[in-house]
């Protein structure tokens, strides 16, 4: 099995621009698509990104999500940040025989 | 829109079996279009994946849990289930039922489950 390792936090300024990576240990990060969840504090998570770089109806286009095979990293951009996009983040990927796998989340700070 | 809820007891002891249900609205329990999970939450911590099932049948579970979980669907009425046995402290957690499908995954508002005597 595998491993997604998350940056513990991240903190940027409003209107600014911040990027959460998401490393995976062993495997290549394309082989299994990744999602990213947004999980505000007191609320249940909500999908940002499915499928690598894909946005549900109603996420902003201020998030983007794309995969490096170089560094076999997915990344999480948020752009024009708000107060509101403080929150955790979780990326979420899947292994051969389709569990789930969670990165161990990231905090945004947004001060 | 896909909604789902979660329902079932908040303390259950030590050594006794978790069980809990989530009830679908908006979408048939029975489609091919999505797939049903559940996650748990501890108090502070990350996610865990526990296990999904999807309308075949097939249910996929976490290996580390897998001795101790069964999830099962109940079509007459739209609901799936939980049942985790023999239960310690360390299964205190938020537990979320959710549903998957092409577009991501929905999640329920989730309930506190504590284990203790």
């Known amino acids: 099995n595998f491993m997604l390792t998350q940056p513990h936090s991240v903190s940027e300024s409003p209107g600014k621009t911040v990027t959460i990576s998401c490393t995976r240990s062993s495997g290549s990060i394309a082989s299994n698509y990744v999602q990213w969840y947004q999980q505000r504090p007191g609320s249940s998570p909500t999908t940002v990104i499915y499928e690598d770089n894909q946005r549900p109806s109603g996420v902003p286009d201020r998030f983007s999500g794309s995969i490096d095979s170089s560094s076999n990293s997915a990344s999480l951009t948020i752009s024009g940040l708000k107060t509101e996009d403080e929150a955790d983040y979780y990326c979420q990927s899947y292994d051969s025989s389709i569990h789930w796998v969670f990165g161990g989340g990231t905090k945004l700070t947004v001060l | 829109q896909l909604q789902l809820q979660e329902s079932g007891p908040g303390l259950v002891k030590p050594s006794e079996t978790l069980s809990l249900t989530c009830t679908v609205s908006?979408?048939?329990?029975?489609?091919?279009?999505?797939?049903w999970g559940w996650i748990r939450q501890p108090p502070g911590k990350g996610l865990e994946w526990i296990g999904s099932?999807?309308?075949?049948?097939?249910?996929y579970y976490n290996p580390s849990l897998k001795s101790r979980v069964t999830i099962s669907v109940d079509t007459s009425k739209n609901q799936f289930s939980l049942k985790l046995s023999s239960v310690t402290a360390a299964d205190t957690a938020v537990y979320y039922c959710v549903a998957t499908l092409a577009e991501g995954s929905h999640w329920g508002q989730g309930t506190l489950v504590t284990v203790s005597s």
């Open positions: 908006g979408g048939s329990i029975s489609s091919s279009s999505y797939y």
């Open positions: 099932i999807y309308y075949s049948g097939s249910t």
